[in-house]
């Protein structure tokens, strides 16, 4: 539908966020008008590895003594049942597997053995997997936490599913619609959900969400399924998932080069293409052809919490953005949850997420 004029709620960003929160603020009645200078998705929303992971972006038991007993533990459920809701939206292109975190080394399993006692002393779900018991392609690693209700996400096609269920709902989405000046465009409200993309649109953000280059290649389809699920390593530097066509889809060693990865130049760099490469020829244990690859850009924080609320000092002006790389199902949340915000709704995440920390 097409919405000219004053709207109540503008949105930059047509990227799991924007639609999220588009969707939840047109079906409560509201008028909404979401802007993007590319297509719905062609941010990371489409471009991302696909795991759809419960939680924070840091681990449990750190962010346990972090943010505290109670705001972890709150926020964990948090974003399982936003799973569950994320699941009965999104058909086909998301299917609860579970997800695999594994310990490259001994050090590491001595931390995500840690997760895993904190999470089920706090009633979380989760399996523990010695080395003995982990299949014979992954006897590198050292151990693993298995989480079962994590997903399988085709990320651009679910997000283009909430597009277009937010357009039913009356939202006005304009493609290749650049805004530069959050101040012109005509409505009571405006959010910025440009995560990693929109770095410099609202200055007092600059530097509290920091753009962050991630970069993932793809194999030709392998005769056989090695990975029934998304996998992840190195405090999750390193992820890959086996998609149904057979492909593995592998993400990551940003370490590599991590300052030079600060930045939201969305190109492929030869140092990162070649470790995701060699690391894939390991996990194949031959080199297979590489059929794509590409780079997009997340939004990363200091203390790895999103920043979802009002814009402070800024009248009408709210932002939902900066998930360190786990934005699938937190920016679907946090899409919501700005939407509730915006309709005067609070929550113990709002305060956890309050972007007034960093001002
Ligand atoms: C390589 C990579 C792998 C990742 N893997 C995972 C993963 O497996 N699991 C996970 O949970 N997360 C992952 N992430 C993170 C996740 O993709 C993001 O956090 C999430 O998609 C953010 O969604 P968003 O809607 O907030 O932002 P985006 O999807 O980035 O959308 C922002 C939109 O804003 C638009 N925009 C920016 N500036 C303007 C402007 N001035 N005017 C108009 N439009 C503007 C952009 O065009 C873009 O479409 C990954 C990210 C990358 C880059």
């Known amino acids: 539908m097409r919405r000219d004029g004053r709207v109540d709620v503008a949105i930059v960003g047509a990227g799991v966020t924007g639609c999220s929160t588009a969707l939840r603020l047109a ?25 759809a992971l419960r939680g924070g972006a840091t681990r449990y038991d750190v962010a346990r003594d972090t943010y505290g007993r109670e705001p972890a533990r709150a926020l964990w459920h948090w974003t399982e049942r936003a799973l569950d809701r994320m699941e009965s939206l999104a058909g086909d292109s998301l299917t609860r597997v579970g997800s695999l975190r594994l310990a490259a080394d001994e050090e590491e399993r001595g931390h995500i053995r840690s997760e895993y006692d904190a999470m089920r002393e706090d009633g979380i779900a989760a399996e523990w997997i010695d080395k003995a018991d982990l299949a014979a392609h992954l006897h590198s690693f050292h151990g693993a936490i298995e989480h079962p209700g994590d997903g399988s996400l085709q990320p651009a096609r679910f997000v283009r599913r909430l597009a277009a269920r937010a357009a039913e709902a009356g939202a006005d989405i304009r493609e290749h619609d650049r805004v530069d000046d959050v101040a012109s465009l005509d409505a009571t409200h405006v959010v910025v959900a440009t995560d990693g993309y929109g770095h410099g649109l609202v200055p ?81 244990g031959e080199q297979p052809l590489i059929s794509h690859r590409w780079a997009g850009i997340f939004g990363l924080t200091q203390d790895m919490l ?28 946090c899409g919501e949850l700005v939407a509730d915000a915006i309709l005067g709704e609070s929550s113990p995440q709002l305060e956890l997420f309050d972007p007034a920390r960093f001002a």
Do not use: C, K
């Open 27 to 51: 079906e409560a009645g509201l008028s909404v008008r979401v802007h993007d200078q590319r297509g719905v998705a062609e941010g990371a929303s489409g471009r991302n590895g696909g795991f």
């Open 306 to 333: 999103p920043l979802v609320g009002r814009v402070p000092g800024r009248d009408g002006l709210w932002v939902a953005a900066g998930y360190s790389g786990h934005g699938n199902v937190l920016g679907f949340a």
């Open 204 to 284: 007092e953000l600059a530097e509290a969400i920091w753009p962050t280059r991630g970069q993932v290649i793809v194999s030709e389809p392998l005769d056989r399924v090695l990975y029934d699920r998304p996998h992840y390593a190195r405090q999750g530097f390193d992820y890959w998932q086996q998609l149904p066509n057979r492909r593995i889809v592998l993400g990551g060693f940003r370490d590599v080069s991590i300052l030079d990865e600060l930045t939201d130049v969305e190109e492929t760099t030869p140092a990162i293409q070649e470790s995701l490469e060699r690391f894939m020829g390991e996990l194949i």
